[in-house]
C-alpha cells in the first residue's frame, strides 16, 4: 500500500534532509528476555503500527508518499558494562542519520547485561513524535509480556492535516523539486545529559508548582530559561522557548495511541535577567500557553501550510525558511505523566527518556517523561563550534546542573522554610 505524506510529515521530511531531528526514546529494563525473543516482538509491533513498515519515495513529479515493505526493523546488541553506558550509544546513534529512502524509517539498540538493560528506539521525524515513541516502547514491552498485536492498514495512521475533523484533504497536484540532496551519513554527535528525580522531589515539585499557580512544565521551562540568560545570553536579549504540544485530542484518528506525526509548536517569549523572580518567569510560560487556541492554531497552520506545500517549487529556500519561523534558544518537550503500567510479564521499566533529539542547529532540547513516581530529564544540545569537544561536553554538564540546582532551590528551600 502507499499513501502520500501530508502537509505537516511533507515539511518535517524536507526540514529533516537539511537539518536532520532524528529522535530516539530510551527505557531502562529489569528482566531477563532474549534477542530473538525482542526480533519477533519488534515484528510484532510492525503490524500495529503501519508506519513502521514504510520507506519515502517521491512520484514521478516529486511528490512523497509513504511505499510500503516487509523490511524488518533493525536491531543492534550492545554488551552492557554500567549505568551510563547508553549515553554514549546515544549519541553515536544519533550522530548516524536514518535514510529515508530505506525502510523502516527507525532501528533499535539493545544494551543488555543479565538482568539489566536498556532499550533504544531511533525514529526519523516525518513518522513519529515524541509520544509516539512512547507508545511504541509501551508496545514493545507488553509485546515482550505475552501481547499479540493485529495487523493495521496504512489508512489507519492517518496525517495530521486528514485527521482533522470536518475538514476535506488538500489534494496536490503541482510538480515539486526532484534534486533532493543525499541523506548524511554522519554529524557530530550531540551531547546527551540525564536525570531521574527521585519520587520525593518529584511530588515536591508537583506540589510546589500547584501551589505557585503554575505547572511542572513552566517550572521546568523557567529553570533552563534562567540557566540559559546566566550562561550565555545577553540580558538585551529576548528569549524564546518553544513548546511541542501533543494535538491527539483535537483529532479524529482510528488508532489516537498510535505512530504519527501529531503534534503542534508553541512559542513562549522572554524578557529576562539571571535575578528575575523564578515563579514569576514560570507563571508566564504557563500564563502565555494557556492563551493559544490548539484547535484554532490547527485549522490556520493547516490553511498556512497546506498550500505553501502544494506550491514548493524550492526545496532549500522552504528548509531556510522552516528554520527561521522559530528561533529559539531552548525547547521543552514535555510528554506529561505517562498513564502506563511499568510491570508487563517479568519485565519492569524502571525509567523512561524520553524524547533526546538530534540538533543540526545552535540550541539545547529538554526532554521530560514523568513515569510512576519519577521524572525523568533528558537534554541534548548541540555542540559548540568555536570551542574543542571536550570544553563543549562540560558546557552541557554545567547546563544541567545549573538548570538543576534552580529547580532544587525553588522547590526545597520553600518545603524546608514551611518546616522550619
Known amino acids: 500500500m502507499e499513501r502520500y505524506l501530508g502537509a505537516f510529515e511533507h515539511s518535517f521530511w524536507l526540514y529533516n534532509q537539511f537539518y536532520p531531528m532524528d529522535f530516539a526514546t530510551l527505557a531502562k529494563l529489569q528482566g531477563q528476555f532474549s534477542v530473538d525473543q525482542l526480533s519477533t516482538v519488534l515484528r510484532q509491533v510492525q503490524q500495529r503500527h503501519p508506519l513502521l513498515r514504510v520507506r519515502i519515495a517521491p512520484d514521478a513529479i516529486g511528490q512523497p508518499?509513504?511505499?510500503?515493505?516487509?523490511?524488518?526493523?533493525?536491531?543492534?546488541?550492545?554488551?552492557?558494562?554500567?549505568?551510563?553506558?547508553?549515553?554514549?550509544e546515544l549519541k553515536v546513534e544519533l550522530a548516524r542519520s536514518l535514510d529515508w529512502q530505506v525502510a523502516p524509517l527507525l532501528r533499535v539498540v539493545l544494551l543488555q547485561s543479565g538482568a539489566e538493560s536498556e532499550l533504544m528506539i531511533i525514529c526519523h521525524h516525518a513518522i513519529a513524535?515524541?509520544?509516539?515513541?512512547?507508545?511504541l516502547m509501551r508496545d514493545i514491552v507488553q509485546g515482550l509480556g505475552g501481547k499479540i498485536f493485529e495487523r493495521s492498514h496504512l489508512c489507519a495512521a492517518l496525517s495530521l492535516e486528514s485527521a482533522l475533523p470536518g475538514i476535506e484533504p488538500w489534494k496536490e497536484a503541482t510538480p515539486k523539486p526532484t534534486d533532493y540532496i543525499p541523506p548524511l551519513s554522519r554529524r557530530p554527535p550531540p551531547h546527551i545529559r540525564a536525570v531521574v528525580l527521585s519520587p520525593e522531589l518529584t511530588q515536591q515539585l508537583i506540589q510546589r508548582s500547584r501551589a505557585e499557580h503554575t505547572t511542572v512544565h513552566g517550572a521546568i521551562s523557567a529553570a533552563f530559561l534562567l540557566t540559559l540568560t546566566q550562561q550565555d545570553v545577553k540580558p538585551s536579549d529576548v528569549?524564546?522557548?518553544?513548546?511541542?504540544?501533543?494535538?491527539?485530542?483535537?483529532?479524529?484518528?482510528?488508532?489516537?495511541?498510535?505512530?504519527?506525526?501529531?503534534?503542534?509548536?508553541?512559542?513562549?517569549?522572554?524578557?529576562?535577567?539571571?535575578?528575575?523572580?523564578?515563579?514569576?518567569?514560570?507563571?508566564?510560560?504557563?500564563?502565555?500557553?494557556?492563551?493559544?487556541?490548539?484547535?484554532?492554531?490547527?485549522?490556520?497552520?493547516?490553511?498556512l501550510r497546506q498550500p505553501a506545500m502544494a506550491n514548493l517549487t524550492d526545496a532549500t529556500a522552504f528548509a531556510e525558511a522552516a528554520r527561521s519561523q522559530?528561533?529559539?534558544?531552548?525547547?521543552v518537550t514535555n510528554l506529561g505523566r505517562i498513564e502506563m503500567a511499568q510491570q508487563y510479564g517479568n519485565i519492569r521499566i524502571e525509567a523512561l527518556h524520553a524524547p533526546a533529539v538530534m540538533l543540526s542547529v545552535v540550541g539545547r532540547i529538554v526532554g521530560v517523561a514523568t513515569l510512576g513516581e519519577r521524572l525523568a530529564l533528558t537534554i541534548s544540545s548541540t555542540p559548540l563550534m568555536d570551542v574543542d569537544r571536550a570544553q563543549?561536553?562540560?558546557?552541557?554538564?554545567?547546563?544541567?546542573?545549573?538548570?538543576?540546582?534552580?529547580?532544587?532551590?525553588?522547590?526545597?528551600q520553600e518545603v524546608a522554610s514551611k518546616a522550619a
Open 129 to 135: 513524535d515524541g509520544l509516539s515513541g512512547v507508545y
Open 65 to 88: 508518499k509513504f511505499v510500503e515493505t516487509d523490511d524488518k526493523i533493525p536491531l543492534r546488541l550492545v554488551a552492557r558494562t554500567d549505568e551510563r553506558q547508553w549515553q554514549a
Open 239 to 303: 528569549m524564546r522557548c518553544l513548546h511541542p504540544v501533543n494535538v491527539r485530542s483535537h483529532l479524529s484518528l482510528p488508532m489516537p495511541d498510535g505512530v504519527g506525526l501529531y503534534f503542534c509548536l508553541c512559542m513562549t517569549t522572554h524578557f529576562l535577567q539571571a535575578d528575575s523572580a523564578f515563579w514569576d518567569v514560570a507563571r508566564s510560560v504557563k500564563s502565555q500557553l494557556s492563551q493559544i487556541d490548539i484547535a484554532q492554531q490547527l485549522v490556520e497552520e493547516r490553511q
Open 392 to 412: 563543549s561536553d562540560r558546557a552541557a554538564t554545567a547546563f544541567l546542573l545549573a538548570g538543576m540546582k534552580r529547580l532544587e532551590l525553588a522547590v526545597v
Open 326 to 331: 522559530y528561533p529559539c534558544q531552548l525547547t
